[in-house]
């Protein structure tokens, strides 16, 4: 009850504070402004990667090379792992 308490009262100053202390600190913050059709990739994206390491490690794979691919490649960006598959 304290923490809802003080989250309700300093949420806004606080994260305004940290986002500062990240920018200045860590070269990171940047006010990414995602529209709905965005979150909705990223969303079909972590869903999608969630799913292949589940299938990874229950032996859901034809193969342990294939297995090694998938790892290999699995967060890579698509034009460097197009090729790889064939």
């Not at 070269?27 to 529209?35: E, N």
């Not at 969303?43 to 342990?64: D, G, K, M, P, R």
Request: charged fraction near 15%.
């Amino acid at each position: 009850m304290v923490l809802k308490a003080w989250w309700k009262n300093n949420s806004e100053e606080w994260i305004l504070q940290l986002r500062n202390l990240m920018i200045s600190h860590c070269q990171i913050g940047k006010d990414w402004q995602f529209s709905s059709y965005d979150w909705e990739l990223i969303q079909n994206y972590w869903y999608a990667n969630n799913l292949l390491i589940y299938c990874l490690h229950n032996s859901c794979y034809e193969t342990s090379s294939f297995q090694q691919l998938i790892e290999k490649n699995l967060l890579m960006p698509s034009n460097t792992s197009e090729n790889l598959l064939e």
